[in-house]
């Protein structure tokens, strides 16, 4: 069965454009014109993958991102006239695992959505054993790649699949240091076209749902220079 994709878009003629090129690369395709509509499709039948536009309206693509994430861990992806840095770090910390600036290719997108199935897959078909990244039993931290998941006092944490992919590949070998551009070139693939920045950001997000305290760190510690390093606990 095809994946389906959402396409979030105010622009009659860029959703058509994208419609046709993810229909060609094999995707089932819905679509949405505003927030709201997006929102009651998501509530209906959650697609695959989302591609969100940011400017939409009265309820903008901000809102509807959070409002996804709410309920859903599915990939999704900014497209938007907004390039500056603090558009792009608003974007991410609502919920987006890439962004894209317009103008664009039509092809850069289906490749981001195609790095974001390897992703999935990647999740999904790792058996490597369980980690524990934090022994205090009063708030037990473990990594479970076979599942696709990280489970905190026995739930699971609410990652997307970047946010996990990310975790994975720091937990790969505890106590390395990665550099930012390493981490986009694991998780990434693309590489986002060389900006660490979204690196940063969805490592601050990750933080948010797995530290005891995300403002100091214990267990994706920052090594000021050189990236980031996994110390379990």
């Known amino acids: 069965m095809p ?49 969100v536009d940011l400017m939409l309206g009265a309820t903008d693509g901000y809102t509807c991102i959070r409002e996804v994430r709410r309920s859903s861990d599915i ?29 664009f290719q039509v092809k850069e997108i289906t490749a981001r ?13 790792d058996a490597e054993p369980d980690i524990v990244l934090d022994a205090d039993p009063r708030r037990s931290l473990v990594l479970s790649r076979a599942r696709g998941a990280a489970r905190l006092d026995g739930q699971d944490v609410p990652l997307t699949v970047t946010e996990f992919r990310l975790l994975s590949e720091l937990a790969r070998i ?4 990665l550099s930012r551009q390493a981490l986009l070139e694991a998780v990434w693939e693309h590489g986002f076209y060389g900006d660490e920045r979204i690196v940063d950001v969805h490592i601050r997000r990750l933080r948010t749902k797995i ?23």
């Open 113 to 125: 959505l195609r790095a974001l199935r390897r992703r999935l897959r990647t999740a999904a078909d």
């Open 75 to 103: 990939p999704i992806v900014v497209v938007s006239a907004r390039s500056d840095t603090h558009d792009i770090v608003a974007g991410l910390e609502a919920g987006a695992d890439d962004y894209v600036t317009k103008p």
């Open 174 to 177: 505890p106590g390395r240091v």
């Open 211 to 233: 530290e005891r305290d995300p403002g100091h760190p214990a267990i994706v510690v920052t090594v000021r220079g050189l990236g980031y390093r996994l110390d379990p606990r």
């Open 3 to 51: 994946l389906q994709v959402l396409i979030v878009e105010d622009d009659d003629r860029i959703r058509a454009v994208l419609r046709l090129a993810l229909e060609d690369e094999g995707y089932q395709v819905a679509e949405a014109g505003d927030a709201d509509t997006a929102l009651d499709l998501t509530r209906k039948a959650m697609p695959d993958l989302m591609i």
